[in-house]
């Protein structure tokens, strides 16, 4: 499908929150996940080839992440259909954007599509769905944002799909999934960021998947509570590729999301950065200058699942390592998943009142351009 | 003052021939085998320990360090050699010679078992064998593995290392054949060195989730070159998964912070310190105890600044007394007052 641009509406009476008087602080959700009821909602956007290889084969991955999880989306945001949560826009803005004042969602659609070993098909669904986004979520919703869904293992396709996509202006950024193939700044990956930044993208990296690798660096766990502890060691070791690899110096508009990895651990990575730096700088003489200082102009991060110390001051001391860094923080929910953060009452109380509206929204629409 | 991490460096093949049995002696003449050759660390870097003899450790950990007593550890990577025979003869020829050559010759020093931690029966066979020979305080296993230390495959090893009264020292390194990172090799080793701290993550809460502390109440770990500045965040973060979660996992009954600070000690090298002394001081605090850190030189290996220097004068008396000394007598249970 031909993608057209979208014009963004003058008539403001028109926009979705005209003539409301907002109760709750607007917010930014920069985790939204816009779900397929069934793979048989992307047959309208693909071609009779791939419906029929879907019908008769079906997707294969490397199945190296296979650990179910422990329920499934929230039932409370199961649409009256009974099709899934989180797979009718209707129904999302009436029973999470509009009662949360959620002003922007930024939709990241986990789908088949990024551990998809046939790359064609990989290629074929992730034009699907990135249709399937702008006809039943964009074009119907405008608070909502997307990120383009692409194969990131073959980066020629992907950067295609993220021109095309481009086209449109309401894709904010490109999605990987947390755990790939080979770490992110490694530059088989760099024509999809030199495509980010022609269409003035970001990149993102969202927890879980898996592609062939054990999902710690010491082999595969036994429970689905270590898959759900351990996204913060992948992106760590990506957001690490980034900066060492000079990834950031290639492009130096590009900004690099965390997204559903929690935050807490970005400041002591940063720490351990500088230090490894120092002692090893020989072995990269391309990276001239602080890893910390790169990763506080490049890296953002999302605070779903967010770590709650037992102690609040242990919060409030956290955001004081954050520095300036906390311009970087953008608030999050992982809607309609069942380990989803409430957005307008995760952040402990007693936090400064500009630090909780750059969180909750001026970060995210400085970030993104909102 | 107890030093709780240096290095006794790797054998050369021909310092283990005495040790070895007249078919292995036969096989590495004759062949191209040269025993645990890959190292943890790249050959040349500056991390990379030079190996000195005893007289350099004397002078280094004990005249100039000040070490009462200082816990040695040999970093000979047998968990990378796939033979197991061989694996199994190289790891227990390392702890004869270990022990002839280093620990008999030096009374303040103490060691750790090396064992075929890919071969966990043979593993514990080799932690029998040391348990009670004088100088041996810990089995040294390193951070990579090839299953998670929590892994069923390994819960036998634990209870031998618990029955032992043998410490479980999980060292920087490792070599099973899989990525250091769940998103594949990194181009660098600085990369891999950063990522470290993050198995060491992972392996905490596989063992605390996978139950090896209620199968073995009475099982000390210490952490070495594994960095402490990134375990509040991650003790925040278990925490939470585990109130949501923990009905996946029911024989774990506390909060997994509860059994780290229970069963866990950490040196306090690599410092990987924040920049500004007080938020140093504020992660210490946060870690939730003063019974955890270890006074660590690393020695001979050289870190991006000294963890000692640069931290106990930012503490209270009585915490750098624990740090120097009190913690790691506790854990290796050494006797008060003048140590040997």
């Known amino acids: ?370 | 003052m107890i030093d709780a991490d240096v290095h006794i460096p790797n054998p050369r093949l021909r310092e283990l021939l005495p040790f070895l049995s007249e078919h292995w002696i036969e096989h590495f003449s004759n062949t191209l085998d040269k025993g645990a050759s890959q190292q943890y660390y790249p050959p040349r870097s500056p991390v990379t320990g030079r190996g000195g003899g005893l007289g350099d450790l004397r002078e280094a950990v004990f005249d100039r360090g000040g070490a009462e007593v200082a816990v040695a550890s040999c970093l000979y990577a047998v968990d990378s050699i796939h033979n197991p025979d061989a694996a199994i003869a190289l790891a227990t020829a390392t702890n004869d010679w270990q022990s002839r050559e280093w620990l008999e010759r030096e009374p303040r020093l103490r060691g750790s078992v090396v064992v075929p931690i890919q071969l966990p029966a043979a593993a514990s066979e080799e932690v029998e064998r040391h348990a009670d020979r004088p100088g041996f305080v810990q089995v040294l296993i390193p951070v990579r593995t090839e299953h998670p230390l929590g892994s069923r495959h390994y819960h036998p090893l634990w209870k031998t290392i618990e029955q032992s009264g043998l410490v479980a020292a999980i060292h920087f390194g490792g070599a099973p054949v899989m990525p250091p990172t769940p998103t594949g090799w990194p181009s660098f080793f600085l990369e891999e060195y950063t990522a470290m701290a993050q198995v060491f993550a992972t392996q905490l809460t596989s063992m605390i989730v996978e139950g090896v502390f209620d199968a073995c109440p009475d099982l000390r770990v210490v952490f070495l070159e594994s960095g402490f500045t990134w375990i509040p965040a991650h003790l925040w973060r278990m925490d939470k998964e585990w109130r949501n979660l923990r009905r996946l996992v029911p024989w774990v009954r506390r909060p997994p912070s509860d059994y780290f600070r229970e069963h866990v000690r950490v040196g306090i090298q690599p410092l990987d310190a924040p920049p500004v002394p007080a938020q140093l001081l504020e992660v210490v605090e946060q870690l939730g105890s003063d019974d955890l850190l270890l006074f660590a030189s690393d020695y001979p290996h050289v870190h991006a600044c000294d963890a000692g220097e640069r931290l106990l004068p930012l503490l209270p008396a009585t915490l750098q007394r624990k740090i120097r000394d009190e913690n790691a007598r506790s854990l290796y249970r050494l006797p008060e007052g003048g140590v040997p």
């Open chain 1, 1 to 370: 499908m031909t993608v057209t641009p979208f014009e963004p509406t003058t008539d403001a009476s028109a926009l979705p929150l005209a003539g409301i008087e907002p109760e709750r602080p607007p917010i930014i959700d920069c985790d939204f996940h816009n779900e397929l009821d069934s793979i048989k909602d992307l047959y309208p956007y693909l071609s009779r080839r791939w419906t029929d290889h879907l019908e008769t084969f079906g997707v294969r991955h490397p199945n190296s992440g296979y650990y179910p999880r422990f329920m499934d989306n929230r039932e409370a945001a199961r649409p009256p259909s009974g099709r899934r949560a989180g797979s009718e826009v209707g129904f999302a803005r009436e029973d999470y954007l509009e009662p949360y004042n959620v002003t922007h969602a930024i939709m990241n659609p986990l789908t088949a599509v990024s551990s998809t070993l046939d790359l064609e098909l990989g290629a074929a669904m992730a034009a699907a769905v990135n249709d399937w986004q702008i006809a039943e979520w964009l074009e119907p919703e405008p608070r909502m944002r997307a990120s383009v869904v692409v194969t990131p293992q073959d980066p020629v396709a992907a950067a295609a799909e993220i021109r095309r996509c481009g086209a449109d202006g309401r894709f904010v950024q490109v999605l990987f999934l947390g755990r790939m193939q080979e770490p992110m700044g490694r530059r088989r990956y760099w024509p999809i960021y030199e495509a980010c930044v022609e269409t003035g993208m970001q990149v993102a990296s969202h927890a879980f998947s898996a592609y062939g690798h054990p999902i710690t660096g010491a082999g595969h766990p036994s429970y689905y509570i270590e898959d759900h502890t351990s996204p913060p060691q992948a992106v760590q070791a990506n957001i690490t590729s980034m900066v060492v690899e000079g990834v950031f110096d290639r492009f130096p508009s590009l900004r690099m999301i965390s997204v559903e990895n929690g935050f807490a651990w970005l400041p002591a990575l940063m720490w351990r950065l500088d230090a490894a730096w120092s002692l090893l700088r020989d072995e990269v003489r391309h990276l001239d200058r602080l890893p910390s200082e790169v990763v506080a102009e490049h890296v953002y991060v999302t605070t779903q699942p967010i770590e709650e110390p037992p102690r609040r001051r242990d919060f409030l001391t956290l955001i004081e390592h954050f520095g300036e860094l906390a311009s970087h923080i953008l608030i999050a929910s992982d809607y309609p998943h069942w380990d989803g953060d409430n957005p307008d009452v995760i952040l402990p109380s007693g936090l400064d009142e500009e630090l909780v509206k750059g969180i909750q929204f001026g970060n995210a629409r400085a970030l993104y351009g909102l």
